[in-house]
């Protein structure tokens, strides 16, 4: 299999309390490594992004430790690579699941990487099998390049909605939004992935999880909706007898716990993975391979900790 991946890097701090993380890999990478390590001896992972060049040799030194990563279509761009800090409230942060559905922690940002051209991906559409969008800054890529991507490709497109609710103000502070053309996105990917706090505001409706997830199905152009719920665990959505139905998993314990950053990121890789291996026929069966996979990327310490992914998915 051939498989693309579209998204943003990035730099992270993470913050908890008074304690920093080194600079550590962020944005895309999560799924772009963690795909690559899963999918070794059966798929050539083909990263599309834009690289400032502040970080370029960096990023590009630690992907080439894969033999499966093929960087033909990594873009080096003068523009610096978007730097994240992550405040933490506790070590075990993920999301607070109280009736607001709010993320136990805050953000800032600076400026974003230039968004994806479909001219940069366009050579590729016509070997590629499956396609990931991790909408890693919510600028990652446009939605004229996008269509144009989903016009000229018949194949398997996953997108991981994540920060398109995210607005990025001047201070660098970061703001969950509705996203006015919200159909318009949601109707480019096969199979779509959003956390409680995301699907919440996407429409700006106030309406129930449900009922947006009925939205999005009805169009019949997405075939499931991963919810994640972090200590909650995860919910798929799809049509059955043109009704949304509801399948829940909890969330796996890792009994080895580091940190909780990157594991929607996993997720949608391994989601992708399996749907991309199943042709999307067992949707179920890909959510609980990505909720394991998660799991064990809990066990890990950032990117560079992604290759014992296998070997930690063995050991739990």
């Not at 690559?36 to 430790?65: C, H, Q, W, Y």
């Not at 199905?217 to 665990?233: E, M, N, Y």
């Not at 909780?260 to 997720?267: N, P, Q, R, W, Y």
Request: aromatic content about 8%; glycine content about 6%.
């Amino acid at each position: 299999m051939k498989l693309a991946v579209i998204g943003e890097p990035c730099m992270d701090y993470i913050h908890r309390g008074a304690e920093t993380t080194e600079k550590q890999f962020g944005g895309i990478l999560y799924s772009l490594v963690s795909l690559a390590v899963i999918s070794k001896g059966e798929a050539a992972v083909f990263p599309v992004m834009n690289l400032g060049e502040d970080e370029f040799e960096n990023v590009t030194g630690f992907l080439s430790r894969f033999e499966n990563i093929d960087q033909s279509f990594i873009k080096r761009t003068p523009h610096k690579t978007r730097v994240v800090n992550l405040f933490y409230k506790d070590k075990d942060s993920v999301l607070n699941v109280s009736t607001k559905k709010t993320y136990d922690r805050e953000e800032n940002s600076t400026q974003p990487t230039l968004p994806v051209e479909y001219e940069q991906v366009k050579d590729a559409l016509g070997f590629l099998d499956g396609i990931l969008v991790n909408l890693v800054s919510g600028v990652d890529i446009t939605l004229d390049s996008l269509s144009r991507i989903r016009r000229d490709f018949g194949g398997y497109i996953h997108m991981d909605l994540h920060n398109l609710v995210m607005q990025t103000f001047p201070d660098g502070t970061r703001k969950q939004l509705p996203v006015k053309e919200w159909r318009d996105w949601v109707n480019l990917c096969n199979t779509l992935q959003m956390n409680e706090s995301e699907i919440s505001i996407l429409t700006g409706d106030n309406v129930t999880e449900y009922e947006t997830a009925e939205k999005i199905l009805k169009d019949k152009k997405v075939k499931s909706i991963a919810i994640t719920r972090g200590r909650s665990g995860v919910s798929l959505y799809g049509l059955s007898d043109g009704k949304p139905q509801r399948t829940d998993l909890p969330r796996i314990d890792s009994p080895k716990f580091i940190d909780s950053t990157g594991c929607g990121d996993v997720f949608a890789a391994s989601f992708f993975y399996r749907n991309s291996l199943l042709k999307t026929e067992d949707p179920i069966s890909a959510m609980q391979f990505a909720n394991k996979m998660a799991s064990v990327n809990a066990s890990l310490h950032g990117v560079d900790d992604l290759p014992r992914l296998k070997e930690q998915e063995t050991a739990q």
